[in-house]
């Protein structure tokens, strides 16, 4: 399949064709060239490489109660968020 995928012959769907040389993703972004819907970006230590420690992504206060107090769906609710800020926080 790695073969099939390297030569595009693959069954995959729709996925990132491969590239042997790929591009260097560049050492600033411009985020104002993305809309951002459901959360802000910061930039939190511009000279930082770790992407948690270089943006900071934070959801506003609307989603994070949007199904906090739900019976059926809110302890998974809560787990998700708890998740999202242990990653976004850089805590794997």
């Known amino acids: 399949m790695l073969q099939a995928w390297k030569t595009g012959a693959h069954l995959m769907g729709n996925v990132r064709p491969y590239d042997p040389t790929p591009v260097e993703p560049p050492n600033e972004v411009n985020l104002a060239d993305f809309s951002f819907k459901l959360v802000s970006v910061e930039i939190g230590a511009p000279d930082a490489k770790a992407f948690h ?4 992504i934070k959801l506003s206060t609307a989603i994070r109660s949007r199904y906090h107090d739900d019976v059926v769906f809110g302890s998974d609710w809560r787990e998700l968020l708890m ?7 850089g805590f794997h």
């Open 53 to 56: 420690e270089k943006y900071k």
């Open 83 to 89: 998740d999202f800020d242990r990653k976004s926080l």
